[in-house]
């Protein structure tokens, strides 16, 4: 059975102080992983897509990497307005059905 | 910009209603999902539609119904809403490749 596990569930920073946010899955076939920021009372908001391991990709503070069994999220000196929960999901079955992870929720404090 | 319209951000009902949660897109895209969102659960699949008028069932397709007689919209219907439907309900797009999936900004319905 597919199935997406995130870590840690919540990670509390202090500003500048660098991190990673850990998606594991198991699927069969990846045919894709995304990263998804969410603000409170906001629908998730595409940040990344990955395709295949080795591969990487940066947007401002953010970069995310992929293995065959994980992705990590890294983020390099984190301001509060970075704080949002960030979600991974990869791509299962046909129709682009996602299967989403819990989710992590990151407070980053001045 | 992808833009993804839900006709309500809060909604309240009582037990036994029917309720109705549209969605609206400007994409022009195939595919259309229904997810709800509860803390500690993540996101689950509700429903969702390839192509006008089809739909398939998601993980969790109990107590709810959808509609799409045209393809930029969506509905999602609760046919007797209950408590344990109270949530936070977000609909999607995306095309038919691999290619991420764009939300709205979500509805948050409560059921008394």
């Known amino acids: 059975e597919d199935q997406v596990t995130q870590s840690p569930e919540a990670l509390r920073l202090q500003e500048g102080e660098s991190s990673s946010l850990n998606c594991s899955y198991t699927v069969s076939g990846l045919r894709g992983l995304f990263w998804y920021r969410q603000d409170p009372g906001k629908g998730p908001e595409f940040l990344f897509t990955?395709?295949?391991a080795g591969e990487e990709k940066e947007k401002e503070r953010l970069k995310a990497t992929l293995t065959k069994k994980e992705s990590f999220l890294h983020i390099t000196a984190p301001k509060p307005e970075d704080s949002a929960t960030y979600l991974c999901?990869?791509?299962?079955?046909?129709?682009?059905?996602?299967?989403f992870g819990a989710g992590t929720r990151l407070a980053v404090h001045p | 910009d992808v833009k993804v319209t839900q006709s309500s951000r809060y909604l309240v009902k009582r037990t036994g209603e029917k309720v109705f949660l549209e969605c609206v897109q400007d994409?022009?895209?195939?595919?259309m999902f229904w997810y709800r969102q509860d803390p500690g659960l993540g996101l689950r699949l509700i429903y969702f539609?390839?192509?006008?008028?089809?739909?398939e069932k998601g993980d969790i397709p109990e107590g709810y119904s959808v509609s799409r007689e045209k393809k930029e919209r969506f509905s999602l219907i609760l046919e007797s809403a209950s408590t344990n439907q109270t949530s936070m309900y977000l609909c999607?797009?995306?095309?038919?490749?691999?290619?991420?999936?764009?939300f709205g900004d979500g509805t948050r319905l409560s059921i008394l």
């Open positions: 999607a797009i995306g095309p038919n490749s691999n290619q991420p999936q764009h």
């Open positions: 999901a990869v791509i299962s079955g046909g129709y682009n059905k996602l299967i």
């Open positions: 990955l395709y295949s």
């Open positions: 994409m022009d895209h195939e595919n």
């Open positions: 539609s390839y192509d006008v008028k089809m739909k």
